[in-house]
Nanobody
């Protein structure tokens, strides 16, 4: 069981930027697909992006062109650069670690504790 610790959330004005990070314990990080999800009160957790172990990024349509996911294997860390933020991006953002193949829909792998992102209009 890996442990994930997110950081970087906060309050930002619309149009601004934030960078989230997720540090992952253990020695298997480089072989894992990593993802980000978000959740607002009363709603289901929503897929945001993921990156394969080979470094290929994938995005939800709602964030494509504004968010960038990346990974630093020597640092066991995955990042989510969020630009051109909108009020509807406000949510708790969760980091997710899966195995070699990333499954978007469902509750797979390990999760971080979440970090709040608030975008004011």
């Amino acid at each position: 069981q890996v442990q994930l610790v997110e950081a970087g959330g906060g309050l930002v004005q619309a149009g601004g930027s934030l960078r989230l990070s997720c540090a992952v314990s253990g020695k298997t990080f480089s072989s894992r697909a990593m993802g980000w999800y978000r959740q607002t009160p009363g709603a289901q957790r929503q897929y945001v992006a993921h990156i394969t172990s080979a470094g290929t990024p994938n995005y939800a349509d709602s964030v494509k062109g504004r968010f960038t996911i990346s990974r630093d294997n020597p640092k066991n860390t995955v990042y989510l650069q969020m630009d051109s933020l909108k009020p509807e991006d406000t949510a708790v953002y969760y980091c997710n670690a899966q195995g070699g193949v990333f499954i978007r829909n469902g509750d797979f792998g390990s999760w971080g504790q979440g970090t709040q992102v608030t975008v004011s209009s």
